[in-house]
């Protein structure tokens, strides 16, 4: 498989997303985690609160895998904390990192977690209480690299004011009909186009590439925040013909023509793929090593129903 770069090493393009796992037994999630270490995917993402409870799609996944340390070794597990759901509330205190790190530790049955994410933006986040834990966490052993989920260029700015480790990975909601950090900035200028609008805080996407943080594209093919899958959807009619035409092309499914939308850009983005059907795993990997051609990207982006002026 395709890999990008990812801080001072390589990934693989297309990483296996474990939200969904909570209502599976072991033998569905081994086939799910042997189906993508069979298409080149080494990498797996979890959250804290992924599940019915704290730390359970965790816990779920290392209770049916039991892997031996010399497995272990060969794996990615990224995982993420900050969002409490129980109290409603955002959280980036040393106190609560430091705690639901552990708390991921003893989940995955790991002695260290490769690379954590902040979750999702902490209004009331103080940059020294990340920095300190992020210190602590890597000088102890228990975390290797450090990223953050769903933030802006200047949010990511602020934790720079004081977190020295480099932050490695963004993951943020991409698909082919749902990208306002890639169509914003093709519309920039236009008033009165709604694409124009910014978002994101300006540019996440350029920002990222110039300063070497990988984008993790979740969600890759929802028509929206959680609105439906778009493929084969008579909402995205257009769009599903050009797909398809492309996929026949190709030789592959339509999932993987997806897929190569986002691994097409420039910025050498991953795809977090949120599907538990060990097929539709391999069927969107193969994505990853297709090369649209200019022409074929922007006829998606057109057919999505973006704005090309």
Not at 6 to 23: C, L, N, Y
Not at 37 to 53: K, L, M, N, P
Request: charged content about 20%; proline content about 5%; glycine content about 8%.
């Amino acid at each position: 498989m395709k890999t990008v770069p990812f801080g001072t090493t390589t990934a693989p393009a297309v990483v296996a997303g474990m939200m969904r796992i909570d209502d599976k037994d072991d033998t569905a999630i081994r086939e799910l985690y042997t189906s993508a270490r069979e298409v080149g995917i080494d990498f797996f993402d979890h959250a804290d609160i992924y599940g019915g409870s704290m730390h359970f799609c965790e816990s779920r996944f290392a209770d049916a895998l039991a892997l031996s340390p010399a497995e272990r070794d060969e794996i990615v597990l990224q995982t993420k904390c900050g969002i409490v759901p129980d109290e409603g509330m955002f959280d980036f205190s040393y106190a609560h990192i430091m705690r639901q790190v552990d708390g991921s530790l003893a989940a995955l049955r790991t002695d260290r977690i490769d690379v954590l994410l902040l979750h999702r933006p902490d209004a009331l986040v103080e940059p020294e209480e990340v920095a300190r834990a992020f210190d602590e966490l890597e000088s102890a052993g228990k975390v290797r690299a450090f990223g953050v989920s769903n933030h802006t260029p200047r949010q990511i700015d602020l934790l720079r004011t004081a977190v020295r480790q480099p932050l490695v990975a963004n993951q943020l909601q991409l698909s082919i009909t749902h990208a306002p950090i890639i169509a914003q900035p093709i519309a920039a200028n236009m008033a009165g186009e709604d694409q124009s609008i910014v978002r994101d805080g300006g540019g996440i996407v350029e920002y990222c590439r110039i300063n070497g943080i990988t984008v993790q594209a979740w969600s890759p093919f929802q028509g929206g925040f959680f609105t439906g899958v778009f493929l084969g959807d008579p909402a995205y009619a257009e769009l599903n013909a050009v797909i398809d035409r492309l996929a026949a092309s190709y030789g592959v499914e339509p999932i993987a023509i997806a897929t190569a939308w986002i691994t097409r850009h420039p910025a050498g983005m991953q795809v977090v793929l949120g599907t538990t059907t060990p097929q539709r795993v391999r069927d969107a990997a193969a994505g990853a090593d297709i090369e649209l051609t200019r022409a074929e990207w922007y006829e998606l982006f057109r057919a999505a129903g973006h704005l090309l002026p």
